[in-house]
């Protein structure tokens, strides 16, 4: 068993690590502005230190979180403005980068890849509920079509642009990805965005352009329907981030 520990330590575990700091932020049970201390989270959690500094990092690149002047990372809140700003650039530019990928005609390796990482999406949603272990792997391969999406495209400085948008505040693809992975809702929703997946590439492949564009802005108006439900439904706290955003006075 001691042989796989270092395996563990820097994959499942910081995944592990990562999933359950996910949840206790956006259930609530870490509010907004809570500095976390690393030593304190591997003693609640029973998870080593290395794995715990791991999934704090990604979990600031997700933008949960921030680093601290002195070391360290709290949780951020935004408002709702924030978050709906966020959500509009990255499908402006999604929009963008899949109607160049459409005019200009896309790599058919990266189609390919594109294509292959949809029917693995495929294959976890023929599960009835996903759960921990089946939704990290979504994300990772929803992340993966995003980035082939935008390697189609072609131009390096969209490219470089839409990286630094999907670090603002729930902008990135997975961001508005209900907390509660294995519930038939959560996979009810990622079903509605595959469809969205296969129409997009499938206007990339045959050069419709417009359509590809429109098709990417419909889909981040997917999280903006959210965004909204969220926060102004009388007790909908399905989504993730929900009471770290500040809704307009």
Known sequence: MSANEPNEAGGSQA???????????LAGELPGGTRLAEVAISEQLGISRTPVRSALMR???EGLLE????????VRTFSERDVADAIELRGTLEGLSARLAAERGAAPVVLREARACLRRIDELLRQPALDDAAFSRYVDFNGQFHRLLSEMAGSTLVAKQLERVVNLPFASPSAFVVVQA?????????????????????????????RAE?????????AQRNLREALHGAHDHSLPGVQLIRRRA
């Open 15 to 25: 995944v592990k690590a990562q999933l359950r700091l996910r949840e206790m932020v």
């Open 182 to 210: 294995n519930s038939p809702a959560a996979r009810d929703m990622l079903v509605i965005a595959q469809d969205q997946h296969e129409q997009v590439l499938d206007a990339i492949e045959n050069r419709e352009g417009a």
């Open 214 to 222: 429109a098709l990417m802005r419909e889909h981040s108006r997917l």
């Open 59 to 61: 979990l600031e690149q």
């Open 67 to 74: 680093s601290l002047p002195n070391g360290g990372f709290a």
